[in-house]
């Protein structure tokens, strides 16, 4: 007998995404705690059912919604460290890459910064063990820069990461594809700022 074609249709990986997309929207308009399983499925129109085939609670969606945007981000640092051995163009490119992700992840970036305090400490440290990664590897550009008398050494290489990240992690806040300005030009006047602000020369 052949598939039926809503069988045929039907993909786990759809389903998973359609509900980590429900998520992330109610979890960004309502707040985690305000956001109920039965509403996410709703929204995604789903069941219960499917919603526990594929995660154990909502604080797994939410490791989830994190996971994507920062495992978009590893990548493409990687990318970039890949492509360029020279301390400042690999510090041009993860300011551009860091940016970019803002626009294409903003929503993420907001419901993770806004509701983390809703992980556990399991959860936590799952999430802290990926941004530890990605901190590693700014730091490493910064003091492969000092080594190479690129960048000023009395500066702390952590601060002097952590404050990129930072800075390029907040605009979330105030960024807008609609504005005036593209991800690209914030990240050209970022790298700007950044860049005379420690190099050496």
Not at 131 to 146: K, L, N
């Amino acid at each position: 007998m052949p598939e039926s074609h809503s069988k045929r249709k039907y993909s786990t990986a759809a389903t998973r995404q359609a509900l980590v997309t429900s998520a992330r929207k109610l979890f960004e308009r309502n707040g985690f705690s305000a956001t109920s399983v039965q509403s996410i499925v709703d929204d995604a129109n789903l069941t219960k059912g499917a919603f526990y085939y594929h995660f154990v609670s909502k604080e797994e969606l939410l490791r989830e919604i994190h996971d994507e945007f920062i495992d978009h981000q590893l990548t493409s640092v990687q990318s970039v460290l890949s492509s360029t051995e020279d301390p400042g163009e690999q510090l041009r490119g993860l300011i551009r890459t860091a940016i970019e992700a803002v626009e294409q992840y903003r929503s993420h970036v907001a419901v993770f910064l806004g509701e983390r305090r809703f992980l556990s400490e399991e959860g936590f440290a799952e999430v802290k063990e990926k941004r530890d990664r990605m901190e590693d590897m700014f730091y490493g550009v910064v003091r492969r820069g000092q080594r190479a008398g690129r960048i000023r050494a009395d500066l702390n290489p952590r601060v002097l990461s952590l404050g990129v990240i930072g800075m390029c992690g907040w605009a979330y806040q105030w960024y807008s594809p609609q504005g005036k300005l593209s991800a690209e030009e914030i990240a050209d006047a970022f790298t700007v700022m950044v860049w005379e602000g420690m190099a050496t020369g």
